[in-house]
């Protein structure tokens, strides 16, 4: 069997890990198995040594686990069927481009699907062809181990930490059924959400850009635009389209919606793709007066406004409102949903309750539970 000539006429272009996955489906050679740290400050729950095709994921049980401690918890052990080829250079490409490498892909993929900060580390161990039946150690530094900052104050995003079974990567079996243009997609999505929850307690008004940023990304694949000015004027700005069919003035939404309907395709897209796949509302909730409306109406206002500050914070400088980042009170034992109280002033700035509809652990919630949903639809679509 020429094994170089079959790999060639199977479709193994998109994502390396997705397409390591299909040429491990299609029985081609096994060429070299590696593995690599994945260094998390959560605890981890489990071990998964077959259902992943070529990969497998161990549970080294360190003794010792708090937020902010990285360790090596989990070892991603992977075997290669790709050659490993360049690809050509004669035109730039970047379809398959995201900022990081085989690694990478997989360590987004796990944060994702467990809500917690993983990266992945420079292989450790390599077994190769005729070589040492136990694995060769290397270190070749190509990457500095992860390093992380949470500071002492109280945790903006404590869902991250604690135990968490890897039970729940199963979304990641999907990615060798996807085309490759869905799984380069889901890959940046996971990236970036993946970035967004490294630098939370740290930098949460940039934590904020990257987790609407994340959700963008599917929203861009997802969304087919075909919705008049008006229905998108409706879903980006309901208190002006509240306005203006106030007014009762015949015709008066249609013609602002027309004026201004460039400045709301993407604001549209991205509420349309949340509340598509928007999860249920968490089990633990605080006391009723600090939760968030699950409603529809009240949601879709609550992502406008927060699609207004990330517009702002790229196109002005402004960042995301102070009362948004920080780690509100806890209620009950159970964290606030929202800011409390009728206004804030902090750092030169003041916002109205209304102008602050949610804090950054609840997004960073609907986040994932959306990108989940979404990726979890790509199988049926």
């Known amino acids: 069997m020429d094994v170089d000539k079959d790999v060639a006429e199977l ?6 890990s997705c397409a390591n996955w299909k040429a491990f489906d299609n029985k081609q050679d096994l060429r070299s198995i590696i593995e690599y740290p994945l260094y998390t400050d959560a605890r981890i729950i489990g071990e998964i040594t077959e259902g992943y095709g070529p ?10 686990d708090r937020p902010g401690l990285l360790k090596s918890s989990i070892i991603l052990r992977a075997e290669f069927y790709l050659n490993n080829d360049l690809p050509p250079m004669n035109e730039t490409d970047t379809s398959n481009y995201h900022g990081g490498w085989f690694p990478d892909e997989i360590a987004a993929l796990v944060s994702l699907c467990l809500g ?3 990266k992945a580390a420079d292989e450790s161990r390599r077994f190769d062809g005729g070589g040492d039946p136990l694995g060769r150690p290397t270190v070749f530094r190509f990457r ?3 390093i992380m900052n949470l500071g002492d104050r109280r945790l903006k995003l404590p869902n991250a930490v604690g135990a968490h079974s890897l039970e729940n990567l199963y979304p990641i079996k999907l990615m060798p059924k996807l085309s490759k243009e869905e799984a380069i997609v889901v890959i940046r999505s996971a990236r970036l959400y993946q970035d967004a929850l490294w630098i939370a307690e740290s930098e949460p008004a940039l934590s ?4 609407v940023s994340a959700i963008e990304a599917g929203a861009n694949m997802w969304f087919k635009g075909d919705d008049s000015p008006v229905s998108k004027l409706e879903a980006s700005k309901p208190d002006l389209y509240s306005i203006l069919e106030n007014t009762g003035i015949e015709g008066l939404t249609e013609s602002v919606a027309k004026e201004i309907v460039h400045s709301l395709g993407a604001t549209n897209k991205f509420i349309k793709f949340v509340m598509n796949f928007l999860p ?6 605080p006391r009723e007066w600090a939760q968030i409306s699950w409603s529809r109406t009240s949601m879709k206002a609550a992502l406008g406004k927060i699609y207004k500050y990330r517009s702002e914070a790229l196109h002005g400088g402004i960042p995301f409102p102070a009362p948004m980042c920080n780690g509100e009170m806890m209620i009950e034992e159970r964290m606030a949903e929202k800011p409390t109280g009728i206004a804030c002033s902090t750092l030169g700035g003041v916002w109205l309750a209304e102008d602050t509809p949610m804090l950054l652990h609840m997004f960073e919630y609907i986040a994932r539970g959306v990108l989940i949903n979404w990726i979890s639809s790509l199988r049926s679509a």
């Not at 479709?11 to 390396?16: F, I, K, Y």
């Open 11 to 16: 479709d193994l272009s998109g994502p390396v």
């Open 55 to 64: 990969y497998k994921f161990l549970n080294t049980v360190p003794s010792e």
């Open 116 to 118: 917690i900060r993983v």
């Open 144 to 146: 500095s181990e992860p």
């Open 208 to 211: 904020w850009l990257m987790f």
């Open 280 to 285: 249920e509302p968490p089990e633990n909730r």
